[in-house]
């Protein structure tokens, strides 16, 4: 069974950068899309960014485009979610998640989540 291990939360000031790592900790990741999703206090968990199989199709929410770029190496069974730019409004935990097919937003497809890092953007 597919497990998933996200590091690289932390505490950033706005405008400050961070890189989230999803490793597959078991199984391969190699057939799975894979989703970015946030919860910030208060409010419902919501879709980031998204990216096929194999890398070559990639979505985002229209709050980060431009600021966030999502990738995999699937030679290391990792995929990042480099985040630039950060804001206040992007505090929350990020929770990466697996699917097999195709690429999406909608979190109720996805079979496999991590334990999802907390990330805070705070002066």
């Not at 890189?19 to 208060?42: E, M, V």
């Not at 966030?68 to 990020?94: C, H, W």
Request: aromatic share 10%; glycine share 12%.
């Amino acid at each position: 069974q597919l497990q998933l291990v996200e590091s690289g939360g932390g505490l950033v000031q706005p405008g400050g950068s961070l890189r989230l790592s999803c490793a597959a900790s078991a199984g391969t990741l190699d057939y799975y899309a894979i989703g970015w999703f946030r919860q910030a206090p208060g409010k419902e968990r919501e879709g980031v960014s998204c990216i096929s199989h194999s890398g070559g199709k990639a979505d985002y929410a229209d709050s980060v485009k431009d600021r966030f770029t999502i990738s995999r190496d699937n030679a290391k069974n990792t995929v990042y979610l480099q985040m630039n730019n950060l804001r206040p409004e992007d505090t929350g935990v990020y929770y990466c998640a697996a699917v097999w097919g195709m690429a999406t937003m909608k979190e109720s497809v996805y079979a496999y989540w991590g334990q999802g890092p907390q990330v805070t953007v705070s002066s």
